[in-house]
């Protein structure tokens, strides 16, 4: 019950999974990448071809659904049946598909108790939408990390090319707005900070002041 918990919520491309993965190793904590386990839902209907209105299946997909994370020096791996999908669930299409499938209510409470387990000493950092509001509601620490879709799409864009991947950053944005919409309006665990986050809008800071903000936040 006392386990120090620090929950990163906030819109895609705020930065929160790259602040918490250096969290976690900072302090040697546990991290929970919640996101990617509904990238990996997504991306396991569709290996085993479960039509996307097929709510019993999924729930049943997401109840044995075989997932392990092991945090590097300098990424997140992420096995499906002991598969590496670390790169396949990344893509926007993954994120679009992640984004429907969060959407049903029974998908999310057959993902709870999943997430919850992650919580063990010495600690756990965590990132997603719902972890300060409703997975993890007593954490002790929150911060709710927001940028304007502009420069998420911006930063998106960037990465996409240093990857070798052109995109075109007006239709980033135009992705980034409807996921932002659908996770923001949905009825279930909607993208909200919790009333007692710590809310930090990093569209004009780097990844190190944010850092640096969050970690005296926790005093660490
Ligand atoms: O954070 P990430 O972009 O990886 O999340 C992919 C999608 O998963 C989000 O757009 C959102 O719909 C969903 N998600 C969620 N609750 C979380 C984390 C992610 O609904 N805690």
């Known amino acids: 019950a006392d386990i120090p918990v620090l929950t990163i919520d906030g819109p895609s ?13 900072e302090l040697g904590w546990h991290y929970l990448d919640s996101g990617a386990i509904y990238r990996v839902l997504a991306f396991a209907s569709l290996k085993h071809q479960i039509p996307a209105l097929d709510e019993n299946s999924l729930v049943q997909l997401a109840q044995t659904l075989d997932l392990q994370f092991h945090l590097d020096d300098d990424r997140l791996n992420v096995l499906l049946e002991g598969e590496e999908v670390s790169q396949q669930i990344r893509t926007e299409k993954a994120g679009n598909a992640a984004s429907k499938v969060a959407a049903i209510p029974a998908v999310r409470a057959a993902l ?37 879709a502009e420069e998420r799409a911006l930063r998106r864009y960037k990465q996409l090319k240093e990857k070798g991947i052109e995109s075109n950053l007006s239709d980033l944005i135009t992705e980034i707005s409807e996921r932002d919409k659908r996770d923001s309006e949905r009825k279930v665990a909607p993208l909200l900070p919790a009333t007692d986050a710590l809310i930090l809008d990093s569209t004009e800071l780097g990844i190190a002041a944010v850092y640096e903000k969050v970690c005296s936040y926790c005093a660490i």
Do not use: E, N, W, Y
């Open 112 to 148: 709870l108790q999943r997430q919850r387990d992650f919580c063990q000493q010495p600690g756990l950092v965590t990132d997603g939408r719902d972890m300060g509001t409703v997975v993890f509601p007593d954490a002790q620490f929150k911060v709710f990390l927001t940028a304007s």
């Open 13 to 25: 491309g705020s930065g929160k999974g790259t602040i918490a993965q250096m969290i976690a190793r």
